[in-house]
């Protein structure tokens, strides 16, 4: 990301302007030697634009496309960085189980407990009624006793 192989960082790229450079030296050179005008001023001329050409295209498309890595890289950037704290939610999933270990081996042994004894487990329940049950009780049968002519 940092744009170390640009230009004067590429290791390959010197050595690829040298061989190309080599085959634009020979077909220029070609040319001007079937014309006769080898070493010529048109052809020195012609030979250099034809190698500063050669070499501003490689070096362009080399530095576009080490730009271009870079952008991707850059974009990477985010996804890599959550992939690398991605393991930290597996490590809190396992602390949690962890914490929760002790109330849960508790409750288990309870429950295996209770239904050991369950056999001895007896409830009675005894209801005494209220004060103001027994008197609405008492009302009730006077009421009653009375309707039916009982107090004359």
């Given at each position: 990301m940092g744009g170390?192989?640009?230009d004067a960082g590429n290791p390959w790229l010197q050595s690829q302007i040298n061989q190309t450079n080599a085959g634009v030296t020979a077909?220029?050179?070609?040319?001007?030697?079937?014309?006769?005008?080898?070493?010529?001023?048109?052809?020195?001329?012609?030979?250099?634009r034809a190698l500063a050409g050669n070499e501003s295209a490689l070096r362009f498309a080399a530095y576009g496309d080490e730009r271009n890595r870079m952008g991707q890289a850059a974009?990477?950037?985010?996804?890599?960085?959550?992939?690398?704290?991605?393991?930290?939610?597996?490590?809190?999933q396992a602390a949690e189980a962890a914490v929760g270990l002790p109330m849960s081996a508790a409750q288990r042994y309870?429950?295996?407990?209770g239904s050991l004894m369950g056999g001895y487990n007896t409830t009675t329940s005894t209801q005494t009624p209220s004060l103001g049950m027994?008197?609405?009780?008492?009302?009730?049968?006077?009421?009653?006793?009375?309707?039916?002519?009982?107090?004359?």
């Open positions: 170390k192989y640009l077909r220029v050179q070609q040319q001007f030697s079937q014309a006769g005008r080898t070493g010529s001023g048109a052809n020195q001329t012609a030979l250099g974009a990477l950037a985010p996804s890599l960085e959550a992939g690398r704290n991605n393991a930290l939610g597996a490590y809190l309870a429950g295996g407990i027994l008197l609405a009780q008492a009302a009730g049968n006077a009421a009653s006793a009375w309707g039916a002519g009982g107090f004359r």
